[in-house]
């Protein structure tokens, strides 16, 4: 039998910032794949919190050390830039409904654009279900405790940016 390829898994968005939802499908993407690739989207369009550079730094930072995931940031077509990696998958995460329509236009468009590369869905844990990164933002702008619910560095880099000390534990419901 010869040799498997090595199945290069590409996980695109906006990480603005990374949460735990995205660390909840990328750990999931590496019990399938060999290896996941954050891929950043320029987007001239949206005005995010953190600029390219500090999203990629975030999520280095959450995966020093751990070699199967790579940090990356693209531009146009996310099939060329997929094929461009030698990827042969696009991961997506998908927590509720919401979700779907958008994704299943841009899973048929992307499979019409280049059928080698196929689109993979991946459900978080039901905790993660609910979480986005603009609910993060808005919840940390208005005070509230967001520990839990991003990795430690980027809860440090919210506080950083708006010059806040830790908040008290979350009372629980
Ligand atoms: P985009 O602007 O492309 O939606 P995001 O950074 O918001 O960029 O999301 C990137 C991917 O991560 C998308 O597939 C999105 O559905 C998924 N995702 C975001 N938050 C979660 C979460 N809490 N659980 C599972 N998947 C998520």
Redesign the pocket.
């Known amino acids: 039998m010869s040799a498997r390829r090595r199945t290069l898994a590409v ?6 910032p990374i ?1 735990n ?2 660390v ?2 990328i750990a999931r993407g590496l019990q399938v794949f060999d290896e996941v690739t954050v891929a950043i ?1 320029q987007n001239l369009e949206k005005r995010p919190l953190f600029t390219t550079e500090e999203r990629v730094e975030l999520i280095r930072e959450a995966y020093r050390g751990e070699k199967r995931v790579t940090v990356d940031t693209f531009s146009g077509l996310l099939v060329d830039y997929a094929v461009g990696k030698g990827a042969s998958v696009i991961v ?4 509720a409904i919401s ?1 779907f329509e958008y ?1 299943f236009q841009m899973a048929l468009m992307n499979r019409r654009l280049d059928h080698r590369i196929e689109t993979v869905f991946m459900m ?1 844990a039901e905790q ?2 609910y ?3 603009r609910l993060v933002k808005e919840v940390f702008q208005l005070g509230g405790d967001v520990r839990g619910l991003v990795p430690p560095a980027v809860e440090r880099k919210l506080r950083d940016k708006y010059g806040r000390q830790a908040t008290a534990k979350p009372r629980r419901a």
Do not use: A, C, Q, V
């Open positions: 996980f695109p968005g906006s990480f603005d949460t939802g995205h909840d499908i989207l997506r995460g998908l927590r979700d994704e978080p993660y279900s979480l986005s990164s």
